[in-house]
């Protein structure tokens, strides 16, 4: 295995961990850039892949609606922010603007945020008793 290869299959291993399952899935990973307030921007696009019912031949990418952002979870203390450029398409036939429905990947973001945030309170609830624990 090249040296690239293994970084290659590190880094992919790392972004998949700290990105909401299943997002890599639709999304490219494009940039990640602190601001000056200390907050983490995590940079996405929509991979060109036709939306379900569509064939690729019968869209062309007309590139990507506005960007949104929305608050995941801190990543060693710093706020994070998906930054995301959802692609749209328009249907060669007619010519209507075509786009993936957004509700398959935030339902496995919420799911993944609901786990986290009960595993999370779990630990944090962990660590103080063992604190008071210790001091009492």
Known sequence: MLI????????E??????LPEGLLEYFELIAVRPCESGQLNIYLEEKNLAPAG???QQLESKGFLP????????IR???????IKRRRWELKSTGA??????????RSWQQC????HKCFL????MLLTALFTCAG
Do not use: M, W
Not at 67 to 74: G, H, I, K, R, Y
Not at 77 to 83: D, E, R, T
Not at 113 to 116: E, G, P
């Open 13 to 18: 291993t790392l972004v998949r961990l700290i």
């Open 4 to 11: 690239h290869e293994r970084f290659s299959t590190a880094y």
């Open 54 to 56: 569509y064939d690729k």
């Open 122 to 125: 779990k630990k944090r609830l």
């Open 113 to 116: 945020s609901v786990t986290y």
């Open 67 to 74: 960007e949104t952002a929305f608050q995941d979870f801190p």
């Open 97 to 106: 603007v075509i786009t993936r429905d957004c509700n398959l990947y935030l």
């Open 77 to 83: 203390g710093h706020k994070v922010a998906l930054c």
